[in-house]
């Protein structure tokens, strides 16, 4: 019987937000599918086991809880990079998926790795970040493109941009998209629409940070304009999942724009409430500029509500192209004007052929595949 090891010691639970939810998402698939032949242990830390506790009722999976925290990013580092390699050993595990770009640098020489790179944020936006995490990153993803025997990049584009900075990793780069795992039936009562005091199909909808490329000023321009022109696509914006320190910035120019009473930031919200928040709304708005997938855009268009998005980097790929799309996603005139038509739903066929191809039972088969190949 062989085994694989999946390194799950950087989980800290809820708050590494889009890349926990693809690794759980995952784990799901592997549940659910039939694997013969392989046992698939899940290197978990003393601070994160109770939230996997759930695996070890499935057979596939053995759940190994490693002397280490996730709470403390500096410990597990070291833990990974001292001790790592022999507890795989002690453990008789050749191979490894690190589903995160800190692939250990030491102390691993024998252990076979699969890497996941989910997207090369800190070159295209070093601004995030402090110039030694810039460095850190560098030189992790250098690392991981020239030890590991896999990379599995996100997406296609993923896919180029890191053979564009990283030809390292040319011929052992493969793409495996995300596991998706999409509850429709999962939606709260209309509590979360009456406290925000919006009406159904009356407001619009995104889910946001501050991040330069989230491009989120250009809805409140959009919005601005549409008010202008005293346009009947003027509706209130429900915002969600913004913060940090630049809130202040789109604050004034909300105020400045005099959009005060109609842009509306929700505290933190339930999968249910977005959910109902999803499927009530006018159109999902989605204008982020960089993704190196994008789940937000395929969860809206779940519900049967029309989302209005850019073609930048890996959303239109991803969307199969069947949303509605800006082709200038900085100018704001062109989202008010696309407001200002008749948005295209897509199709509950459609949505649903393109979701089946992100299924965590489809998705977990191409991971056990690849493993399998080894």
Not at 8 to 25: A, D, H, M, Q
Not at 29 to 52: C, H, P
Not at 73 to 90: P, S
Not at 146 to 171: G, H, L, M
Request: glycine fraction near 4%; proline fraction near 4%; charged fraction near 25%.
């Amino acid at each position: 019987m062989e085994s694989i090891a999946i390194d799950l010691t950087w989980v800290r639970p809820n708050k590494v937000g889009g890349t926990e939810s693809c690794i759980r998402n995952l784990l799901e698939g592997f549940s659910q599918i039939e694997i013969r032949n392989l046992i698939i242990i899940l290197l978990v830390t003393k601070d994160n086991a109770a939230s996997f506790e759930k695996y070890n009722s499935f057979d596939c999976f053995q759940i190994d809880v490693c002397d280490v925290n996730s709470s403390s990013q500096r410990e597990r580092v070291i833990w990974q990079n001292t001790k790592m390699g022999h507890h795989l050993k002690d453990l008789g595990v050749k191979y490894c998926l690190e589903p995160v770009y800190g692939k250990p640098f030491f102390g691993v020489r024998g252990i076979t790795f699969i890497t996941t790179i989910h997207d090369l944020q800190a070159i295209h936006y070093p601004q995030y970040f402090s110039k030694g995490r810039v460095a850190w990153m560098r030189i992790s993803w250098l690392n991981a493109v020239i030890t590991s025997k896999k990379i599995i990049a996100i997406s296609q584009f993923v896919k180029s941009d890191i053979e564009r900075y990283y030809p390292q990793s040319i011929d052992k780069t493969v793409v495996i998209y995300d596991a998706l795992n999409i509850n429709t039936k999962e939606i709260s009562d209309t509590k979360i629409i009456d406290e925000l005091n919006i009406k159904s199909k009356q407001y619009y909808y995104t889910v946001s940070s501050m991040f330069l490329h989230k491009n989120l000023k250009t809805i409140v321009l959009a919005m601005a304009e549409l008010k202008r022109r005293n346009s009947p696509a003027f509706y209130p914006l429900i915002v969600s999942g913004i913060g940090g320190r630049k809130r202040n910035e789109l604050d004034r120019l909300i105020k400045d724009n005099d959009l005060t009473s109609d842009i509306i930031f929700t505290s933190f919200v339930s999968n249910s409430e977005r959910n109902m928040l999803y499927k009530n709304c006018r159109a999902f708005l989605f204008p982020s500029i960089f993704e190196g997938f994008g789940m937000p855009p395929l969860e809206a268009a779940s519900f049967g509500t029309p989302v209005l998005t850019t073609r930048c980097t890996s959303i239109e790929e991803v969307s199969g192209g069947l949303l509605n799309y800006v082709d200038e996603p900085l100018d704001p005139v062109e989202w008010a004007n696309k407001l200002e038509r008749e948005l295209r739903i897509v199709p509950e066929r459609d949505i649903n052929e393109l979701l089946y191809r992100y299924d965590n039972k489809i998705i977990a088969e191409q991971y056990i595949s690849l493993f399998k190949n080894l």
